[in-house]
């Protein structure tokens, strides 16, 4: 029970990581009907350059106090993860809108390759290690077995992982259901053309939907880097797939439902690692990506797809 | 429809135009008369170029300018401050150039090399070059014997290397470039090839590669079946990352599966193949032996050579002939339109399942060379990147065309690979210049400019299948490739 409990915090933690980056890849696929291969690969590059902001703010210029450090972290990583997000869109995808709808997907393959590769040139491709910078944590839970002691734990770097994920969520949400450029953002997912004729600019609400969606992402680099305390160029290859599950399971086009699907995402994987094999904690993801795109194409909170001739 | 239209040309409609507008769009003096264009279109070439090279600085700040290195007692921080500004540099320079020739230009020099290229693709031209090509490859190791004997050994190691990608490609031409069906997980059939023809050499002693040769290409087109079968009710992009999905969870059971398979330490001492059972061997019997010749282990990589080109001709000469069968006539037509397609009652299924288990088995055929060549295997070498690079070659040869994968294939690997040996790059760039290092990089590159440039890769041209009375040759801007995926 106790155990149970253990490895329920941590899917949820981990899965609230997935969602963030789920939520990146369910927004493109509403507005533009494309996989972005290389999202998965922004969230590296946020982790990256959180790692490079936190180094900075700490070694070079010598801030000690931790929530002040993050808060910058957050912020700048935020800031120039969206302006990768933005020329990726810009340079691979914007100028083969109107292409074969395979075109965006090869582009969007090359430029995964093309990021983890520039990282690993520029940053060369030894793991990085960050001590843990959030230690502690609350007891919930101590329960004897058989085997020894065990504590339930929820850590803080748990709790605030869950935390900035709520808050992000409120937060996003009330931007794409309150403020103009969200209501131009779901005017373009139902029906790009029609919002053109009615004067919405699609390539500017395209431009910033990467946007938000690179700057979550950051988040969810930053809470890996947190969490993990290792990254390095090929960490957003295995994320971004799962995230795309995620997304998918959860239905995608729907901002909900990826929160969801990134949630269950990380509860199969905890506990699949947990209660089977840890080896093949990836096969689990990859067999519920399969079986869920072939029994279960619309997700969890989608809507089914009518296909018109 | 293609035959009874006329060629357009390729000036009128190009996707390459429109892309031009598309990244233009924010210049207005885009549609200014001459005169006043070239001043104009000087200044505004030099602004946007100057705002590119500040999102190459912005991008690179955090990349190039700064480098995390593990240091006793933590992470180490290191500045590179002139690589930073060379890199922005580069891109003002490479912005400029591109915003004076190509987006900015009366003639951009990209449709001019466009034309070009879609003019090599002349009937009687590209059979020509086919021709010379074939017999270029037919004579090849003895080309380098000859002229080259210090370093034939390495000159024939890369055609092996390139014929293997160049099978590959064309293996994968018939999944993505004929049936249209992008799939992201080939590299699993090449894997099921090298692990059939180890597993089985390392079990059953009698086998050899030449036994072990077709019973590879049969698993690998029964696994195509397996993999093909829950997939059919996907298409484009959905299909894609199943593809990829299953891959990679067959490269995983390869790495863990450790009683079977040997895990991530994989599997060593694949048998050689021999010729009708004389082997490479120095000594008695050996091959040099029974032709009288004097041993050099070279006869061996020879040998290799000779087998690959088999291999990838049959390939070829395969794809070639079942184009021209019904079979080959509905994968076309399931690659332009799908419900087209089902309405016209073609079976659907039995379409899509020949083009993954025969794409599959010669998927199979290349693992099993590679087994072979290698001696031995391992999880490491059926990543998803391979897959990726299969790919990268199908698309930029052009999707469809079995010339531009060769062309494609002997461009990137040979290309690369030949980075490698020259030398005054690392005059320029310092002793610590390794090219192979780009290589990925370059590939990933290659990919998304030629996608957005030629989004229907470098031949475009395609013949048709079908003619009414003559063939003409239809311009890439007339192929709606994959129109029916949407």
């Known amino acids: 029970m106790e155990y149970f409990l253990q490895q329920l915090i941590n899917g949820l933690t981990l899965g609230s990581i997935y969602g963030l980056i789920a939520i990146g890849y369910t927004m493109v696929y509403g507005i533009i009907g494309m996989i972005n291969f290389a999202h998965g690969d922004i969230f590296m590059i946020g982790a990256f350059i959180s790692l490079a902001v936190f180094l900075v703010l700490t070694t070079v210029l010598g801030f000690a106090f931790l929530p002040v450090v993050l808060l910058i972290v957050v912020i700048v990583a935020m800031l120039f993860t969206s302006v990768w997000g933005w020329t990726v869109e810009r340079l691979a995808y914007r100028p083969l809108r109107g292409s074969f709808r395979l075109a965006p997907l090869i582009t969007a393959i090359g430029m995964s390759i093309v990021l983890q590769n520039f990282v690993q040139i520029t940053q060369g491709a030894r793991v990085k290690p960050l001590p843990p910078q959030i230690r502690g944590g609350i007891t919930l839970l101590e329960g004897n077995t058989d085997a020894g002691t065990i504590v339930v734990q929820l850590s803080y770097m748990q709790i605030i992982i869950v935390v900035t994920t709520v808050v992000l969520m409120t937060i996003f949400t009330l931007l794409i259901t309150r403020t103009a450029l969200g209501r131009a953002q779901r005017a373009c997912e139902q029906d790009s053309k029609m919002a053109a004729l009615l004067g919405v600019d699609v390539d500017q609400t395209i431009s910033l939907t990467f946007i938000l969606g690179a700057a979550l992402a950051a988040v969810a680099g930053l809470m890996f880097l947190l969490l993990y305390g290792v990254i390095d160029f090929y960490i957003g290859f295995l994320a971004g797939i799962k995230a795309f599950t995620a997304a998918v399971l959860g239905g995608i086009g729907s901002l909900p439902g990826a929160m969801l699907g990134g949630l269950l995402i990380g509860l199969i994987e905890v506990f699949w690692s947990a209660y089977f094999s840890i080896e093949y904690k990836d096969v689990a993801a990859f067999s519920i990506l399969a079986i869920v795109l072939i029994f279960l194409p619309s997700g969890l909170l989608g809507r089914p797809e009518v296909e018109k001739v | ?486």
């Open chain 2, 1 to 486: 429809m293609a035959s009874s239209q006329t060629v357009i040309p390729p000036s009128a409609q190009k996707p390459a135009d429109a892309q031009v507008e598309a990244l233009g769009r924010d210049a207005s003096s885009a549609r200014v008369p001459s005169a006043e264009r070239a001043e104009n279109g000087l200044a505004a070439s030099l602004r946007d170029a100057a705002i590119a090279a500040f999102l190459a600085g912005v991008l690179g700040f955090f990349f190039i300018g700064l480098r995390a290195d593990i240091a006793p007692g933590g992470l180490d921080l290191r500045t590179r401050w002139g690589a930073w500004f060379t890199a922005m540099l580069v891109v003002f320079a490479a912005r400029l150039a591109l915003n004076l020739f190509v987006f900015r230009a009366a003639r951009p020099v990209t449709q001019v090399l466009g034309a070009r290229l879609s003019g090599i693709a002349v009937p009687g031209l590209g059979k020509w070059l086919a021709r010379a090509l074939l017999l270029f490859a037919l004579v090849l190791p003895f080309f380098f014997t000859t002229f080259f004997p210090g370093r034939d050994r390495q000159f024939i190691d890369l055609a092996i290397l390139i014929m293997t990608y160049v099978m590959l490609g064309w293996g994968l031409n018939i999944v993505v470039g004929l049936a249209g069906l992008l799939d992201l997980g080939y590299v699993a059939f090449y894997a099921v090839g090298a692990y059939s023809f180890a597993l089985l050499a390392t079990y059953f002693d009698f086998i050899g590669f030449w036994i072990a040769l077709p019973l590879a290409g049969l698993l690998a087109a029964f696994w195509g079946l397996i993999l093909g079968f829950p997939v059919l009710r996907l298409r484009g992009d959905y299909l894609a990352i199943v593809t990829l999905a299953f891959g990679e969870i067959i490269r995983i059971i390869l790495l863990n599966w450790y009683e079977f398979t040997g895990g991530p330490n994989g599997i060593s001492g694949v048998p050689r193949p021999t010729l009708f059972g004389i082997e490479f061997t120095r000594g008695e019997g050996g091959f040099a032996d029974v032709f009288g010749l004097s041993y050099s282990p070279v006869h061996r990589i020879i040998f290799f050579y000779y087998i690959i080109l088999a291999l990838a001709l049959v390939t070829n000469l395969v794809t070639i002939r079942l184009r021209k069968l019904p079979i080959g006539r509905a994968w076309e037509a399931l690659r332009e339109d799908e419900i087209a397609c089902r309405s016209l009652g073609i079976n659907t299924r039995n379409t899509k399942l020949t083009a993954f288990a025969i794409g599959a088995m010669f998927g199979g055929f290349a693992g099993s060379f590679f087994a072979a060549r290698q001696g031995f295997i391992s999880p490491e070498s059926f990543t998803f990147i391979e897959s990726a690079m299969i790919l990268a070659i199908v698309v930029l040869g052009g999707l469809g065309s079995q010339i531009g994968v060769v062309i494609a294939s002997i461009v990137m690997i040979g290309g690369i690979e030949m980075l490698r040996n020259i030398g005054f790059l690392t005059h320029i760039f310092g002793p610590g210049f390794d090219p192979v290092q780009y290589r990925m990089l370059i590939f990933g590159l290659a990919m998304v400019f030629i996608m957005v440039w030629r989004p229907r890769g470098l031949i475009s041209t395609r013949e048709p299948s079908v003619a009414l009375k003559e063939k003409k040759r239809i311009g890439a801007d007339m192929v709606a490739q994959g129109e029916g995926h949407r």
